[in-house]
C-alpha cells in the first residue's frame, strides 16, 4: 500500500512538473510574438545609457527565463558598444548622441576605451552632448568627451582624485582564532597582505600609489583635450573640490551649463534641427545594437579569432565570469582547426588565480603559436595568472590604464585551531605514513610550511621563465620587476613587460597585419552553453541570496564577507592579485 501510494504521488508529481514547464514555453512563445520590431527613425539621437554591467564580452543570452523573470543583469559587451558607436557615425538616421549617466559599471580601460570610440564619433561631424543630475568621476570622465556637458542645477559633480581602500584582518584573526595561513613569493604579492599585517607594508604602498598615480595622469590628459584645461588645472579642482555643487562646476568651466533635463532636451532638439514643440526621436544603445548595428558586418572568408578570457582563473570548466581551463582551450582548438582563421587575439581581463589552470593554459597557447600568430590585448587588468597566460604572445597590446603584471604566486589555507582550544574542540590525527600533513584544527607545522613553501618557490620560478622566455628577456629581469608588483599599462611599457599601448581593434589589425591578411573578420570565441540547472538558477528566488546578505550585513560588511569566502573557495598555489582593488 505504502508502495503505491508513493508511486501514485510521483506519477501526480510529474504531471505537475511538465505542466509548469508546459505554461512557461506558451509564456516563452506569447512574449516573442509581442515583441516589437525595433527600427532606426529618421532624425535620431542614439542615448547611451550604461546602467548594466559592461564585460569585455557579453553574448546574447539564451535563457528565456532572463526574459520573462525580468532577472537579466542588464549587461553588455563592450564590443558590441563600440561596434554601435562605430556604426552610429556612419548611419544617416543618427544625428548625434547623448549620453545621460550618473554612473558607470564598468573598469576604468573599459571606460577608456568607450571614451576613445566616442572621440572617432566626432570626426563624423555629429554632435555629442551630455547630462546628468550629478556625476561620479567615472561618468565624469567619460562625458567629458562630449561638446557640451551640463548637470543639473540643483547637481554636482564628482572630481578629487583616484584613491583604493584595501581592509586588514589581522586583529580580527587574532580575536576569533579563525585565521589564514600564508606563505607567498613576491614582497609586493599584496593579495595575501590584509592577513598578515594590520595596516598597509610601505611596499604596497608605494606601488598602489604608483600605478593610482599613472592612471590619474591618464585621465587628466584625456579631461585637459576635452576641456581645454592644463593638468595643473584640474588637479588644483580636485584638490579643493572645485565642482562639489553646480555653479562651482561651471565657474570652473568643468561643464558649460547647469540647466533642467526638460531644458536639455530642447537643446538636443535644437542640435538635431526640430522645433522645440516636435517630438525628439531616440534609441537607446540597447535597442540600437538589437537592430544589428552592434556587430562590423563583412563577408570576407578570412578570420581573427578573438578569444575572450574574462574573470578569475579557476581549475574547472569556466563560463562567462569564470576562466577554466576546458573552455579556453577547447576555444583555441576550435580556432586553430579553422582553416579560414588566420590570427588569435587573445583578450585578457583578469587578476589570475589558480596557477595549474594557468599553465594549462599557457601551454596551449605554445602549441597554438606554432600554428597561428598570438596577439594579446589586455582589458582592466591582466595581473598575475592573467599575464602568465598572456606573456607568450608575439606582442601584447595593454591599454593605458590597465593594471598588469603583479608576477609572484602564494598559497593560503584556513586554520581554526586557536577558535578549536577556545571551544574545547580537540582533533586526532591518525596516519600511515610520516609525510607532512595538515588539518585546520592544528597549528601548521614547520614540515608542512617547508614543503608548501618549496611548491611556491617551483611555481614562481616556473613563472619567472615562462615570462623570459615570452619576453626575450634574462631571468633576472624579470625577477626585477616582478616581486608581486602591480604596474599600469604605461609603466608595463616602461619595463618591458607590454609591447604597444592600444585597444582591443588595435591588437586585431596588428594580428592581420602579422598573418598577411587585408579582408577579414572577426569570429568570437568562447560559446557559452548553459545547461538547465543555470536556468534554473537565474530565476528570482534563485538570486536573491545575494541581495539578502547585503540588506542583513550593509555594504562595507559584505565586502568583508564576500572578501572571506573568496579566500575560502582558494584551491591549489594561486597567481592572482590583490583581492580588493577598488579604485574611486
Not at 608548501?452 to 626585477?480: I, W
Request: hydrophobic fraction near 40%; proline fraction near 2%; charge should be negative.
Amino acid at each position: 500500500m505504502k508502495f503505491l501510494r508513493n508511486l501514485l504521488a510521483s506519477i501526480f508529481g510529474t504531471f505537475i512538473a511538465l505542466g509548469i514547464i508546459f505554461m512557461l514555453f506558451i509564456l516563452i512563445a506569447s512574449l516573442a510574438s509581442e515583441t516589437e520590431k525595433v527600427t532606426v527613425k529618421k532624425n535620431s539621437v542614439l542615448e547611451l545609457k550604461l546602467s548594466g554591467v559592461i564585460k569585455d564580452y557579453a553574448p546574447k543570452s539564451d535563457n528565456p527565463f532572463e526574459e520573462i523573470f525580468g532577472v537579466n543583469d542588464g549587461k553588455m559587451g563592450l564590443n558590441k558598444i563600440i561596434n554601435a558607436i562605430e556604426n552610429a557615425a556612419s548611419d544617416t538616421n543618427i544625428k548625434g548622441i547623448s549620453i545621460d549617466l550618473a554612473g558607470i559599471n564598468a573598469g576604468i580601460a573599459q571606460t577608456q576605451a568607450i571614451r576613445n570610440a566616442l572621440l572617432d564619433f566626432k570626426e563624423s561631424g555629429k554632435f555629442i552632448k551630455s547630462y546628468a543630475d550629478m556625476y561620479d568621476q567615472q561618468s565624469y570622465y567619460l562625458s567629458s568627451v562630449a561638446d557640451s556637458v551640463y548637470v543639473n542645477s540643483f547637481g554636482s559633480v564628482d572630481f578629487k582624485g583616484l584613491s583604493s581602500e584595501v581592509l586588514y584582518y589581522k586583529d580580527i584573526q587574532y580575536k576569533t582564532g579563525v585565521k589564514m595561513e600564508v606563505i607567498r613569493h613576491g614582497k609586493y604579492k599584496s593579495a595575501v597582505e590584509p592577513f598578515l599585517y594590520d595596516e598597509m607594508s610601505d611596499n604596497n604602498r608605494a606601488q598602489i600609489t604608483s600605478f593610482l598615480t599613472s592612471i590619474w595622469n591618464e585621465m587628466l590628459q584625456d579631461i585637459s583635450e576635452s576641456r581645454n584645461k592644463t593638468i595643473e588645472e584640474l588637479n588644483t579642482i580636485a584638490d579643493n573640490l572645485l565642482t562639489r555643487n553646480a555653479d562651482l562646476a561651471l565657474e570652473n568651466d568643468m561643464v558649460d551649463g547647469a540647466i533642467y533635463f526638460d531644458e536639455y532636451t530642447d537643446k538636443l532638439k535644437e542640435a538635431v534641427g526640430v522645433s522645440t514643440e516636435d517630438e525628439l526621436n531616440k534609441i537607446t544603445l540597447k535597442d540600437y545594437i538589437s537592430t544589428g548595428k552592434g556587430r562590423l558586418k563583412s563577408s570576407a572568408s578570412n578570420k581573427i579569432a578573438v578569444i575572450y578570457a574574462q574573470g578569475e582563473i579557476i581549475y574547472g570548466k569556466g563560463d562567462e565570469n569564470y576562466i577554466g581551463p576546458e573552455l579556453i582551450i577547447n576555444a583555441l582548438r576550435k580556432a586553430v582547426d579553422d582553416k579560414n582563421t588566420k590570427a588569435i587575439v587573445l583578450r585578457v581581463n583578469s587578476p589570475g588565480g589558480s596557477a595549474l589552470t594557468s599553465e594549462l593554459i599557457w601551454r596551449e597557447l605554445e602549441l597554438a603559436s606554432k600554428e597561428l600568430p598570438i596577439v594579446v590585448s589586455m582589458g582592466d587588468v591582466a595581473a598575475s595568472g592573467g599575464y602568465y597566460i598572456a606573456c607568450n604572445a608575439d606582442v601584447i597590446f595593454a591599454e593605458p590604464t590597465t593594471i598588469t603584471g603583479s608576477i609572484g604566486v602564494f598559497g593560503v589555507l584556513p586554520n581554526i585551531s586557536e577558535l578549536a582550544d577556545n571551544i574545547g574542540v580537540n582533533a586526532e590525527q591518525v596516519s600511515t605514513n610520516n609525510s607532512a600533513n595538515y588539518s585546520v584544527f592544528e597549528p601548521m607545522s614547520d614540515a608542512f610550511r617547508t614543503v608548501t613553501q618549496e611548491g611556491v618557490e617551483q611555481v614562481y620560478t616556473t613563472f619567472l621563465e615562462r615570462v623570459a622566455k615570452g619576453r626575450g628577456m634574462l631571468v633576472t629581469e624579470v625577477d626585477s620587476v616582478a616581486q608581486g608588483r602591480v604596474w599600469s599599462g604605461v609603466e608595463a611599457i616602461e619595463k618591458g613587460l607590454v609591447d604597444k599601448l592600444g585597444n582591443l581593434e588595435a591588437a586585431i589589425t596588428e594580428a592581420a597585419e602579422l598573418a598577411g591578411v587585408t579582408d577579414y573578420r572577426v569570429r568570437n570565441y568562447p560559446n557559452y552553453n548553459i545547461d538547465f540547472e543555470d536556468r534554473l538558477n537565474s530565476l528570482p528566488f534563485a538570486k536573491s541570496k545575494e541581495k539578502l546578505i547585503i540588506e542583513e550585513l550593509g555594504e562595507e560588511n559584505y565586502r568583508m564577507y564576500k572578501n572571506l569566502k573568496q579566500v575560502s573557495k582558494l584551491k591549489g598555489i594561486q597567481a592572482r592579485a590583490p583581492f580588493v582593488l577598488d579604485i574611486k
